[in-house]
């Protein structure tokens, strides 16, 4: 696609994508009523035989991921937009549309489905020309060409001027503060200095999510999903574990607190959060139970005044320097209730430098703590936890005794917001990635040229931009969905989308600077190792895709059949 003939280009190839578009929305449609028919007897999901199709339910949740992404993309886009966004945009959708197809073509086999209707979208000629012009070598060689030739303005998102001038702000503490220091606590495993965390505090990082009444900066009516992640996603460029995810343990407690919390327990605990002092941990991952919640173990036993807590926890970060973390306990005996049986209670406990704690009660409760060693996502650390006759007395259940057997739903309330933080953290990382393959790239020289002089070069940017460009818009489109009362299956499919492309793309900027880029020193070797992190915690991909999405369009689907 020639630069001048961008808007009539465009019309014409985003008119045929959003055909197939729609064509492939249909088939998807089919596919999941399908499989919910496969899944129900009398009308309801049946565990076993979901059990059964993991695989198809699996694919189906990748493939509305894909399909959210690429509809959003093209319903944002238009004739005025910039050369670039445009290119980017169409390369996006070229691909997506391919990877729905296949998605859809194992999928169909698989149910036994009249795959006709699927290959003859697929083989539509008109589409065939779009994904020639779009994304073929000569286009994604052409639209590196101009990438690397722009400024920095890939994947824009329209802001409001509040939110343009709070992500401006946390954009320049992350490059003047965090980024000089996050090489260091990377690769000497060191614990998240004050001299990094007092600056956030100053900016009002930690209320984002709390409202103004509670000493926040969230408006008291609604959420600011977008405001949170604006500044997550710079933060996390700076840092994904001395920055990017500092904010997000407030952001799941506020919720939580919010949505179950007694007033007396908002007026005390929210104003503190917000100010950063304490800090905040979430334990709910144990040994024997990563994302089933329902099977959570850890005891809480009642207790003159309050509960006991015993046994153990796990992958709770930042546990050490923390001076709060929400516990999600067995507060029945009565293990049949499932989640039916959870509370959240409040735990406080110094603050503790270092990878190693142990805090004793007076009473003598207690409480230690190991970091966990990982291959990335340093700074914070994730601790192992073991509880003795810890005691947490009473007013720090959330709720109060209306709280009891709540706790699953409150934390799911936290959740949500979780892994929109998570998606745009992804984002974070992703445009660090980005930006150090590009300069890497334009410095490099190999048999005599600069390697973005490379076609090769120019295609692998070109698809990288473009991916990266679709995660920003659909975390900033489910943000603005779910300020507005929607989209929290959305939520889990902007995480799912966005973590998978975040692993992709540190992939290939690491690819991009070869030896270099296996090497400590070289930050591009950072982003890598913390992007995997991002598909397995706020919900672990296989879980969010089986037991969020797909169940969600499944449940969906059979409630549609019924008359």
């Known amino acids: ?69 690429a ?39 698989d149910l036994d489905l009249d795959a006709q209707a699927l290959r003859t979208a697929a ?72 001299s990094l965390l007092q600056p956030l505090r100053e900016m009002g990082a930690f209320g984002l999510s709390i409202p103004e009444r509670y000493g926040g900066s969230a408006p008291n009516d609604r959420d600011d999903t977008r405001m949170m992640i604006a500044v997550t996603e710079v933060l996390s460029e700076a840092s994904l574990a001395a920055a990017g995810s500092l904010i997000t343990r407030p952001e799941i407690l506020a919720r939580a607190m919010l949505a179950g919390g007694t007033e007396e327990q908002k007026a005390h605990w929210l104003p503190r959060i917000a100010a950063g002092e304490p800090l905040c941990a979430i334990a709910i991952t144990e040994p024997d139970f990563g994302s089933d919640v329902a099977n959570l173990a850890l005891r809480g036993t009642r ?77 914070m650390h994730s601790f192992d936890l073991a509880f003795e006759d810890f005691f947490v007395p009473d007013a720090n259940v959330i709720g109060g005794e209306s709280g009891l057997g709540r706790g699953f739903y409150l934390t799911m309330a936290g959740m949500t917001g979780g892994r929109m933080q998570t998606a745009a953290r992804a984002c974070g990382i992703m445009r660090a990635s980005l930006t150090a393959a590009l300069r890497y790239a334009a410095d490099r020289r190999v048999f005599g040229a600069a390697l973005i002089d490379y076609p090769l070069t120019r295609a692998k940017l070109a698809r990288m931009a473009a991916q990266y460009a679709a ?26 989308f966005a973590c ?4 992709r793309i540190t992939r290939e900027a690491l690819q991009i600077h070869g030896a270099m880029g296996y090497a400590e020193e070289t930050p591009v070797s950072r982003y890598f190792v913390d992007a995997r992190v991002l598909s397995i915690f706020e919900g672990a991909e296989e879980t969010l895709a089986l037991k969020v999405v797909a169940r969600n369009l499944l449940e969906r689907a059979i409630g549609q059949a019924q008359p």
């Open 471 to 496: 995660c920003r818009q659909l975390t900033y489109a489910v943000g603005h969905m779910l300020d507005h009362g929607a989209g929290r299956m959305e939520a889990s499919l902007a995480k799912l």
């Open 71 to 109: 509809e959003t993309v093209l319903e944002r886009l238009d004739a005025h937009a910039e050369d670039l966004a445009v290119r980017l945009a169409l390369i996006h959708v070229a691909g997506a549309i391919r990877s729905v197809a296949a998605r859809l073509d194992a999928v169909y086999l």
């Open 303 to 379: 207790t003159q005044g309050g509960w006991l807590l015993d046994g153990a926890k796990t992958w709770c970060t930042f546990a050490g320097k923390a001076g709060l973390i929400m516990v999600v306990a067995r507060t029945d005996p009565d293990r049949s209730l499932g989640h039916r049986g959870l509370s959240v209670l409040l735990v406080e406990k110094p603050s503790f430098e270092g990878h190693e704690f142990v805090h004793r009660q007076e009473r003598g409760g207690l409480l230690a703590g190991k970091a966990i060693a990982t291959i990335g996502y340093r700074g």
């Open 123 to 194: 083989a539509d000629a008109g589409l065939g020309s779009v994904c020639r012009a779009v994304a073929g070598s000569s286009a994604l060689e052409e639209a590196g060409r101009v990438l690397a030739a722009g400024d920095d303005r890939i994947g824009p998102v329209p802001l409001d001027a509040q939110t343009a001038m709070a992500q401006d702000a946390f954009r320049r503490l992350a490059a003047d503060i965090i980024a000089p220091q996050a090489q260091r606590i990377h690769r000497h495993d060191l614990t998240v200095p004050e």
């Open 500 to 503: 998978r492309s975040a692993e």
């Open 1 to 69: 696609m020639d630069t001048g003939d961008v808007s009539e280009g465009f019309c014409r190839h985003a008119a045929v994508a959003g055909r197939t578009l729609g064509s492939l929305r249909v088939l998807f449609d089919r596919a999941v009523a399908a499989l919910a028919s496969a899944c129900a007897v009398d009308g309801r999901l049946h565990p076993r035989r979901l059990d059964e199709h993991q695989v198809t339910s699996y694919e189906l949740a990748l493939a509305s991921a894909d399909l959210l992404a």
